[in-house]
């Protein structure tokens, strides 16, 4: 089984590294490829280029066992970045591996508004990472009716079949990218919340300030 984590990581920080870890190791995932976006669909674009922040993924990821990986891919198309389009590339790249795609609980929530969602459960399994507990009852009716058909508790389901759903507890580490930027355009330091790696390339380029 693979897993693919895509996001801005506009910076990467330790509430990616540390899900990405626990869901690889619960899950005995064969890799956890981290997808970077090159250009967003629906949200601004990324304050930091997108080989900065290839660059400070490698430095994050560096001395993580070796199922993690990161892939380029979304750099080498053409306008915005769809998920059904990267799910359809690594379909193609790991024929015989079983995909699943993590997001996070808020991205869940506007899954019907992704372009071509249902799609992505014909190649992929979600992992919806959650912190903290999360009432079910926050669905909308349409999420309530797709989870109950396709909802997954165990990892030999998903090993099995394609287009499950499964609410995955994550440890809570309340950082968000945007705390990291908004920390460095008002003078304060990031240590612990991201790779001193990261915080030192960071520093080399002079970002977010």
């Excluded at 993580?64 to 198309?77: A, G, M, N, T, V």
């Excluded at 306008?79 to 609980?105: C, M």
């Excluded at 992929?124 to 990472?129: E, G, S």
Aim: charged residues 15%.
């Amino acid at each position: 089984m693979i897993g693919i984590f895509g996001g801005t990581f506009d910076p990467v920080h330790c509430g990616h590294l540390r899900a990405a870890l626990e869901v690889q190791q619960t899950l005995e995932l064969q890799a956890m490829i981290f997808v970077p976006v090159s250009i967003t669909a629906h949200r601004l674009q990324p304050v930091a280029s997108f080989t900065q922040r290839m660059t400070m993924l490698q430095a994050a990821t560096n001395g993580l066992p070796p199922q993690f990986l990161i892939d380029d891919l979304e750099s080498k198309r053409p306008g915005p970045s769809y998920t059904i389009d990267t799910v359809i590339e690594l379909h193609q790249k790991w024929p015989n591996a079983r995909l699943n795609f993590l997001i996070g609980w808020d991205a869940f929530l506007q899954f019907f508004d992704w372009h071509q969602s249902l799609d992505i459960l014909n190649l992929a399994n979600l992992i919806v990472m959650q912190r903290g507990q999360i009432s079910n009852l926050t669905l909308e009716n349409n999420l309530v009716t797709i989870y109950r058909e396709r909802q997954c508790q165990s990892t030999q389901d998903l090993a099995n079949v394609t287009g499950r759903i499964m609410f995955f507890p994550v440890t809570s580490l309340d950082i968000s990218s945007s705390l990291i930027r908004s920390q460095l355009a008002t003078g304060k330091s990031i240590r612990y919340l991201t790779p001193d790696a990261v915080i030192n390339f960071i520093n080399k380029e002079n970002l977010y300030r």
